[in-house]
């Protein structure tokens, strides 16, 4: 008799490779999506200043300065310490041109020292078109009275 043996052979099986497929293709999607994100959400508190008309122009390069001295050329967080590494990003994302709007946004508890060290590295590279990125004084502020 065999009856124990019969019922071995008709056991279900699941069939996990593909699941397991599935599985990394969504863990690679959420990996690179998320390093993308990055450094979007970096937080810059801007300086106030009066309101006033601006040139509506879209800028060739945006630096970003954190209150901790980190600079960003567009989103790419420029690594390594001093003014070399900033010029080889800066060189990097403007290409050969050296006539548009580079535009500064320095959070407000930044040193001053960090955003003259990105000034001077524009200066050097022949930049000649700066303006620092600045926040609107809310109406009625007596900072807005100078």
Same mark, same amino acid.
């Given at each position: 008799m065999r009856i $124990? *043996?019969?019922?071995r052979r008709d056991d279900f099986e699941i069939n996990v490779i593909p699941l397991i497929d599935v599985?990394?293709?969504?863990l690679m999607f959420f990996v690179l999506t998320t390093t993308f994100v990055q450094h979007a959400r970096m937080q810059v508190t801007l300086p106030k200043a009066s309101a006033e008309d601006r040139d509506a122009q879209?800028?060739? !390069?945006?630096v970003m300065i954190d209150r901790d001295g980190r600079f960003y050329v $567009?989103?790419?967080e420029v690594m390594g310490e001093g003014i070399g590494p900033l010029r080889r990003m800066l060189e990097q994302n403007a290409g050969g041109r050296r006539d548009g709007q580079v535009v500064i946004r320095a959070d407000a508890m930044t040193p001053h020292q960090y955003v003259v060290t990105a000034m001077d590295a524009l200066g050097? !590279? $022949?930049f000649t078109r700066l303006s620092i990125a600045t926040t609107p004084n809310p109406p009625g502020d007596p $900072? *807005?009275?100078r």
């Open positions: $124990g *043996s019969d019922r599985l990394l293709t969504l879209a800028p060739l !390069l945006t $567009g989103s790419d050097q !590279l $022949g $900072g *807005s009275e």
